[in-house]
């Protein structure tokens, strides 16, 4: 008996595990397999992270150069400008009225793609790819992206916006709803489906008051965020405070600048404020 438990086991000679028979090292086991690869993770991750310093052209040296410059601008801004506030007001409204009307463009767009691209939905596994495809295109390019391209469609102005914040929307909004519609109990459809409902009626009257309250807070974010996202799209000739954050950029307009600053960061503050409490009172 103490022979045969010699020979199916191996011994360690210098820290190094041998085959009894063989008298070479066994395999390597798991605990050292997962370290090796730990560690060469490891050392991707920071070589990569060194690329990315390199590339980007990190400069401790310019910031510290350009610091004067950023404090002799700081003491221009001071007091900032309102004498233009009325104008300045309807470009903050309008960049408010951007993101609404965008989100909303955007939802509708968004809700039959959603049903295609969750997997309890969709009418067939061949239209759920091709429909997450699709999403990943529309998430993939930003807002600012999609808003300079209709400008040279459709001209100046905020309409240009609107579109550029619906398409990129529809990407997020679809994305997140399919997902939360996937989260959906199944108990309710199986019921609905067991009495011969049709794939319509199962949708509506068994699995979207279960996952309403999510996709209601699902589209109050993605309008908190395109608020702030927005206030940029100007710069691009998209409408919006953004135009005048860029006018007064241009002319170095500080006093003006910080004004523009200061209403941008009021308007986002109650915008967030208010869609946390609705969200809030949603969920």
């Known amino acids: 008996m103490l022979a045969l438990r010699w020979a199916a086991s191996s011994r ?3 820290g190094v595990t041998l085959n009894a028979h063989t008298n070479m090292p066994a395999a ?19 070589a990569f992270y060194v690329a990315c310093l390199v590339i980007a ?13 950023l404090a002799s601008w700081a003491a221009r801004a001071w007091p900032p400008d309102f004498s233009e506030f009325p104008v300045l007001a309807w470009r903050a409204a309008e960049t408010v009225a951007m993101a609404t009307v965008g989100v909303t463009f955007g939802a509708i767009i968004a809700a039959p793609v959603c049903l295609l691209a969750a997997r309890n939905t969709t009418p067939s596994p061949w239209l759920q790819q091709p429909a997450r495809w699709l999403l990943n295109v529309l998430r993939g390019i930003d ?8 400008v040279a469609a459709v001209g100046l102005g905020p309409f240009a916006g609107v579109l550029g914040i619906a398409v990129h929307s529809a990407g997020s909004i679809a994305k ?20 011969g409902a049709g794939q319509l009626k199962v949708f509506l009257y068994a699995m979207l008051p279960d996952v309403m309250p999510q996709l209601a807070s699902i589209l109050l974010y993605l309008w908190e965020f395109n608020v702030r996202s927005s206030t940029v799209l100007g710069i691009v ?20 600048l910080f004004a523009i600053l200061l209403i941008i960061l009021a308007m986002v503050t109650v915008i967030d404020t208010l869609s946390a409490w609705l969200r809030r009172r949603l969920l």
Do not use: H, Y
């Open 12 to 14: 360690s000679r210098d």
């Open 28 to 46: 390597p086991t798991r605990s050292a397999v997962a370290r090796l690869t730990f560690c060469l993770a490891l050392l991707a991750g920071v």
């Open 57 to 69: 052209d990190i400069s401790l040296a310019k910031l510290w150069e350009g610091l004067p410059r």
């Open 143 to 150: 807002s600012f992206v999609f808003a300079l391209i209709f």
């Open 176 to 195: 997140l709803w399919s997902e939360a519609i996937e989260t959906a109990e199944p108990g309710p459809r199986e019921a609905a489906t067991m009495s």
């Open 237 to 256: 000739g998209a409408g919006g405070i953004g135009q005048e954050l860029k006018n007064s950029m241009d002319l170095l307009q500080f006093d003006r």
